[in-house]
């Protein structure tokens, strides 16, 4: 199966409707929770890269309506970190959910911090965090971009950074296709979720596209993580 690369999903259109982007950015945590394995992650990559003589610093890249950064933000506190965590997207309607989300959540604003900003923007300001993620990025982004997403990583990461996609696979389509049949017309979660994984990387594409540094490997069917650590790079 090909790289669909010229594909459009619904949501990243300017004009696309305005309640189904409102619904998809609510049934992402659901989503998420079985599809995106960021609990491992957290334990195995983020908690083991955390300060305990300081507030640690975590940092979510295109973050949308900041499911992954809220749960980021609940899981380090709960394991007795201090820590800001801050979420970034460039889309003021991905901006303005997240920002009421996270004030229904009754989270403290200078400790979750959502942004209307790009990666290129905080590199500009030589802001640093302990870690920086993105979460089902990659695969939105042209060659340009994701080569600058890679490089402004590694300028913003005191540690490690870790993105995470869609491992592209044909199973992928029909697994995700019947699971999510039930949100059909409801939201733009299953096609636009169809369109991502015919839009993503195998992890034999990914790791060609990488910059010199970063690793990347299959955590498991459908998933590929690209990691890149700071210590690494320096020794």
């Given at each position: 199966m090909q790289r669909a690369i010229n594909a459009v999903e619904e949501m990243d259109r300017p004009d696309c409707d305005p309640a189904l982007l409102e619904r998809t950015y609510a049934q992402f945590p659901l989503v998420n929770r079985f599809v995106s394995g960021w609990r491992q992650v957290y334990v195995a990559l983020i908690r083991p890269a955390l300060p305990r003589h300081r507030t640690g610093t975590i940092l979510d890249i295109g973050c949308g309506g900041g499911d992954i950064t809220?749960?980021?933000?609940?899981?380090?506190?709960?394991?007795?970190?201090?820590?800001?965590?801050?979420?970034?997207?460039?889309?003021?309607?991905?901006?303005?959910?997240?920002?009421?989300?996270?004030?229904?959540?009754?989270?403290d604003p200078t400790l979750l911090e959502f942004r209307r900003a790009s990666s290129s923007d905080l590199v500009a300001l030589g802001q640093r965090f302990d870690v920086v993620i993105s979460n089902h990025v990659l695969h939105h982004l042209g060659p340009v971009e994701l080569a600058g997403v890679f490089a402004d990583s590694e300028r913003l990461a005191r540690t490690v950074a870790i993105h995470s996609d869609i491992r592209r696979r044909r199973s992928a389509l029909l697994f995700f296709g019947l699971a999510t049949l039930?949100?059909?017309?409801?939201?733009?979660?299953?096609?636009?979720?169809?369109?991502?994984?015919?839009?993503?990387?195998?992890?034999?594409?990914l790791s060609r596209v990488v910059r010199p540094g970063w690793h990347v490997h299959a955590p498991g069917l459908y998933r590929n993580l690209a990691v890149w650590h700071a210590q690494e790079a320096t020794s």
């Open positions: 809220r749960n980021l933000f609940r899981w380090a506190r709960a394991d007795g970190f201090e820590v800001r965590v801050v979420g970034i997207d460039p889309d003021p309607r991905a901006h303005d959910f997240a920002v009421r989300a996270a004030a229904k959540a009754g989270t039930p949100l059909g017309g409801s939201s733009y979660v299953r096609r636009d979720g169809l369109t991502s994984i015919r839009r993503s990387f195998t992890t034999d594409e």
